[in-house]
């Protein structure tokens, strides 16, 4: 192995250069872009509505409404907004620990974002007990129908 110019970043024989660890992880998870769009507008609700749940701007309420609004192919946008708020609500309850959400602008996921996006998928995919197992797996017991109730309300809005 060599190393390029600066010295810091090792290179292979084939003069191509390595991902660090951090760069490596982050090339591997999903963005934004991975999603149809009903997984990116749930996304970028699921940020509104938990940016305003931590700092309790009204603004962040308003920006998720308008961004439902502005959707294409949402029928219903309150109504989704809404299940979105529900299923944050349910999660925020039911959790040890908060959920870390980014910014709405954001193009990569948190690992409790690319989580809820499974579980949308399994929903979305209809696969009776799959849910069930997926969404225990991620809140336990406790919180466990609740948020099946609720994923499943969001996945068929």
């Known amino acids: 192995m060599m190393h390029d110019s600066c010295g810091f970043v090792p290179v292979t024989e084939a003069g191509q250069a390595r991902l660090c660890p951090l760069q490596a992880a982050l090339a591997t998870r999903p963005n934004v872009e991975s999603y149809d769009d009903f997984g990116r507008v749930t996304l970028s609700l699921l940020r509104f509505i938990a940016a305003a749940y931590a700092t309790g701007a009204s603004d962040c309420w308003e920006a998720a409404y308008r961004f439902a609004d502005e959707a ?7 109504l989704l907004v809404a299940r979105v708020a529900a299923l944050v609500r349910i999660l925020r309850r039911g959790r040890p620990c908060q959920l870390c959400f980014m910014p709405p602008s954001c193009r990569r996921l948190s ?10 998928a399994v929903a979305r995919g209809n696969q009776p007990g799959e849910l069930e197992s997926a969404v225990c797996q991620f809140v336990g017991n406790e919180n466990g129908i609740a948020t099946t109730r609720a994923v499943n309300a969001l996945a068929f809005c």
């Open 72 to 78: 294409p192919g949402i029928a219903d946008s309150p």
């Open 111 to 120: 690992q409790d974002e690319t989580e809820l996006m499974r579980l949308l």
